[in-house]
T-cell receptor, first 113, second 108 residues
Framework: KAGVTQTPRYLIKTRGQQVTLSCSPISGHRSVSWYQQTPGQGLQFLFE???????NKGNFPGRFSGRQFSNSRSEMNVSTLELGDSALYLC????????????FGSGTRLTVV | KNEVEQSPQNLTAQEGEFITINCSYSVGISALHWLQQHPGGGIVSLFM???GKKKHGRLIATINIQEKHSSLHITASHPRDSAVYICAVGGGADGLTFGKGTHLIIQP
């Protein structure tokens, strides 16, 4: 079966711009979570969506937002990009609740110049 | 907030050696995950544990819920095992909390 698909794979943006990243989960998975990975901070939780509802958000500014559609595909948006937003953004899908395994996408590498 | 500590941070070993990576966490959990990340970024889920021990090929993962500790073992290590191994706890609406990872290099 198809895995988790993230698009685009690579992105270069200028400070002040905004960006939208996409994540298509495994068919049947209703939970999508997003993570930011940087060399300094490692992997950090951004937010989690389940059935189009954001259930929780990590410690990130309001410039980071997201949504989930009825087909479980999710997007995350970062507005007013800063240099420090350069990172690998990963999404992971899961069937539903806490004790299910995760399948990760290959990530989107965002570079802000 | 759960704190996840991994050790060692870096590990270089010879092919064939038995490898152990440790993970400790501060707050009781319902599940712990071991993940593998290769250069390029993609993450593969190796194990999800809530108790006891799991084995998959040359990989073994154990967890001690009372001591808040888990270990990942690799038997008969091979250069293709070279990767970053990451321990993570939590999940569901709270998302995962990750350790900083163990950079493993297996030399031929």
């Amino acid at each position: 079966k198809a895995g988790v698909t993230q698009t685009p794979r690579y992105l270069i943006k200028t400070r002040g711009q905004q960006v939208t990243l996409s994540c298509s989960p495994i068919s049947g998975h209703r939970s999508v979570s997003w993570y930011q990975q940087t060399p300094g901070q490692g992997l950090q939780f951004l937010f989690e969506y389940f059935s189009e509802t954001q259930r929780n958000k990590g410690n990130f500014p309001g410039r980071f937002s997201g949504r989930q559609f009825s087909n479980s595909r999710s997007e995350m948006n970062v507005s007013t990009l800063e240099l420090g937003d350069s990172a690998l953004y990963l999404c992971a899908s899961s069937l539903a609740a806490r004790n299910y395994g995760y399948t990760f996408g290959s990530g989107t590498r965002l570079t802000v110049v | 907030k759960n704190e996840v500590e991994q050790s060692p941070q870096n590990l270089t070993a010879q092919e064939g050696e038995f490898i152990t990576i440790n993970c400790s966490y501060s707050v009781g959990i319902s599940a712990l995950h071991w993940l593998q990340q290769h250069p390029g970024g993609g993450i593969v889920s190796l194990f999800m544990l809530s108790s006891g021990k799991k084995k998959h090929g040359r990989l073994i993962a154990t967890i001690n819920i009372q001591e808040k500790h888990s270990s990942l073992h690799i038997t008969a290590s091979h250069p293709r095992d070279s990767a970053v191994y990451i321990c993570a706890v939590g999940g569901g609406a709270d998302g995962l909390t990750f350790g900083k990872g163990t950079h493993l290099i297996i030399q031929p």
